[in-house]
């Protein structure tokens, strides 16, 4: 069996730096033509587009029963109106 470390000893420091040079190069083509293929195929996607949007502020009227308290401490209920709104699409 051999010894792994006497191996990579006996390489060459310049050929072993090249080597992982080339190795890191074939690996980033790799992920450049992946890259290139994924963009290919969502130039080619079809998307339907909102070509326009509008929104309709209108008003909204509620009544809201209330409890109201005079100057002498007594409670009064009375029904007022309440105006928000309501946005349509």
């Given at each position: 069996?051999?010894?792994?470390?006497?191996?990579?000893?006996?390489?060459?420091?310049?050929?072993?730096?090249?080597?992982?040079?080339?190795?890191?190069?074939?690996?980033?083509?790799?992920?450049?033509?992946?890259?290139?293929?994924?963009?290919?195929?969502?130039?080619?996607?079809?998307?339907?587009?909102?070509?326009?949007?509008?929104?309709?502020?209108?008003?909204?009227?509620?009544?809201?029963?209330?409890?109201?308290?005079?100057?002498?401490?007594?409670?009064?209920?009375?029904?007022?109106?309440?105006?928000?709104?309501?946005i349509k699409f």
């Amino acid at each position: 069996m051999a010894n792994v470390g006497r191996e990579l000893l006996d390489v060459p420091f310049p050929q072993m730096i090249m080597n992982l040079a080339f190795a890191i190069a074939k690996g980033q083509l790799a992920l450049d033509r992946t890259s290139l293929s994924t963009a290919r195929q969502l130039a080619r996607e079809k998307v339907m587009l909102i070509q326009e949007m509008q929104e309709i502020i209108e008003p909204d009227f509620r009544t809201v029963d209330v409890t109201i308290k005079d100057k002498d401490g007594a409670d009064h209920k009375e029904t007022i109106v309440v105006t928000g709104a309501r946005i349509k699409f």
